[in-house]
C-alpha cells in the first residue's frame, strides 16, 4: 500500500511541475504542493463523489492551507495564474481591475499557448493581417458604404461604427485608434487558408464551449459577449496580447516558439495596466495592450537570457562540444 502510494504521490508530482510556474514562485519554494492534493473522493463506495472528476479549482477554505481539488486532469485550469510573471517581483502589485474569471481565462490561453503549436507561419500572416488592416484603416474616408464594409469585416458593432465615422469626419488620422487588435486582424483579411492554424494563438475556450482549447474569436462585436462577467465570456475574445507578441516576433525575425514565455509577461503587464471604467468595459483590456510598446516587449524578450529557453551563444557551442 505505501508503495502505490509513493508511486501515486511521483506521478502527482510530476504532473504538477509542468503548471507551477516560476521555478522560484511561492508555489516551488513552499514545498510539494501536489502532495495537498484533493480528489475529493468519498468515504463511501456506494456514494462516489462526482467532484473527482470535475475540472480541478484552487481550495483556499482547507484549514491545512492552500490547495487544488477536484480532478488531476486539467491542472492547467486551476493553476493558470501561475504561468504569469512580472519583470518587477518587489513592487506590490496594483490591485486587479478586471473580474477573478476576466483574469483566470486571460492565464489559461497563456497556460495552454504551446510553443509547437505556435508556427512562424502562423506568427507570420498574423503579422501581415494586422499590416493589411492598419493601413486600410489609415486609408478611410467617409464614404457610408465602404464603413458599413469595414464595420462588418473588422466586427465593429452599431455605435462602434458611428464612433468611426466621427473620427473620421473630425480627426481623420485617428482612425486607426477607433480599432482593436483583433478588428485590425480582421481588417486586414487573413487567408482563409491559414485560419484554422492561428487557433494556436486564440483565447482560452473553456467558458464558451468548455473546450480546453485555444480558439481564435470570429470578427464579433465584443459587445454581445457583455453582461456575463461572472463566467468570463468576454475573455474569450482576449487575442490583443497574442496578436501584440506574434506581430513582435515577426519584425524581430525571431522563432514562434518564444511566444508563451513572452506572453506570460506581456499578459500580465495588460492584466495590471487595464482599467476598466465598469464591468464590461472590454474595450479597456483592448487599450492596454496596444499601449505595449516595442521597448517592453524587447525587455519581455531580454528577460528571457536571465530566467528563460535563451541562453548565450557560446554557452550552446560548449554544451555541444
Known amino acids: 500500500m505505501e508503495a502505490d502510494r509513493?508511486?501515486?504521490?511521483?506521478?502527482?508530482?510530476?504532473?504538477?511541475s509542468a503548471h507551477l510556474g516560476d521555478p522560484d514562485g511561492p508555489a516551488v519554494i513552499s514545498g510539494n504542493v501536489a502532495l495537498r492534493h484533493d480528489l475529493a473522493l468519498s468515504a463511501s463506495p456506494s456514494a462516489p463523489s462526482q467532484a473527482a472528476w470535475q475540472l480541478p479549482g484552487e481550495d483556499f477554505t482547507s484549514k491545512t492551507g492552500w490547495r487544488v481539488r477536484g480532478s488531476l486532469l486539467g491542472l492547467e485550469s486551476a493553476l493558470?495564474?501561475?504561468?504569469?510573471?512580472?519583470?518587477?517581483?518587489?513592487?506590490?502589485?496594483?490591485?486587479?481591475?478586471?473580474s477573478t474569471t476576466q483574469r483566470q481565462?486571460?492565464?489559461?490561453?497563456?497556460?495552454?499557448?504551446?510553443?509547437?503549436?505556435a508556427s512562424n507561419t502562423g506568427r507570420d500572416e498574423i503579422a501581415a493581417s494586422l499590416a493589411r488592416g492598419r493601413a486600410r484603416a489609415s486609408a478611410l474616408t467617409a464614404d457610408p458604404g465602404e464603413l458599413d464594409k469595414?464595420?462588418?469585416?473588422?466586427?465593429?458593432?452599431?455605435?462602434?461604427?458611428?464612433?468611426?465615422?466621427w473620427t473620421i469626419e473630425h480627426d481623420p488620422g485617428a482612425a486607426?485608434?477607433?480599432?482593436?487588435?483583433?478588428?485590425?486582424?480582421?481588417?486586414?483579411v487573413p487567408r482563409p487558408s491559414a485560419i484554422q492554424s492561428l487557433n494556436a494563438w486564440g483565447a482560452a475556450a473553456l467558458p464558451l464551449t468548455g473546450c480546453m482549447c485555444l480558439q481564435m474569436p470570429s470578427a464579433r462585436a465584443w459587445e454581445e459577449k457583455s453582461g456575463r462577467t461572472a463566467t468570463g465570456l468576454l475573455a474569450t475574445q482576449a487575442v490583443d496580447v497574442s496578436l501584440q507578441v506574434a506581430d513582435a516576433l515577426a519584425s524581430l525575425q525571431l522563432p514562434a516558439a518564444l511566444a508563451p514565455a513572452i506572453?506570460?509577461?506581456?499578459?500580465?503587464?495588460?492584466?495590471?495596466?487595464?482599467?476598466?471604467?465598469y464591468a464590461d468595459d472590454w474595450s479597456e483590456f483592448g487599450q492596454a495592450a496596444r499601449t505595449l510598446s516595442r521597448d517592453h516587449l524587447t525587455d519581455y524578450i531580454a528577460a528571457l537570457t536571465a530566467n528563460g529557453p535563451l541562453v548565450p551563444a557560446a554557452a550552446v557551442s560548449t554544451a555541444a562540444r
Open 150 to 165: 469595414v464595420a462588418r469585416t473588422a466586427g465593429l458593432s452599431e455605435w462602434r461604427r458611428q464612433a468611426l465615422a
Open 176 to 188: 486607426s485608434s477607433r480599432f482593436s487588435l483583433p478588428e485590425l486582424f480582421w481588417l486586414g
Open 105 to 117: 481565462t486571460v492565464a489559461l490561453a497563456v497556460a495552454l499557448l504551446n510553443p509547437s503549436g
Open 80 to 98: 493558470a495564474r501561475l504561468s504569469l510573471r512580472r519583470l518587477e517581483s518587489t513592487r506590490i502589485p496594483p490591485a486587479p481591475k478586471l
Open 263 to 277: 506572453l506570460s509577461f506581456a499578459a500580465q503587464d495588460v492584466l495590471d495596466r487595464a482599467q476598466p471604467a
Open 6 to 16: 509513493a508511486l501515486a504521490d511521483t506521478l502527482a508530482s510530476i504532473l504538477y
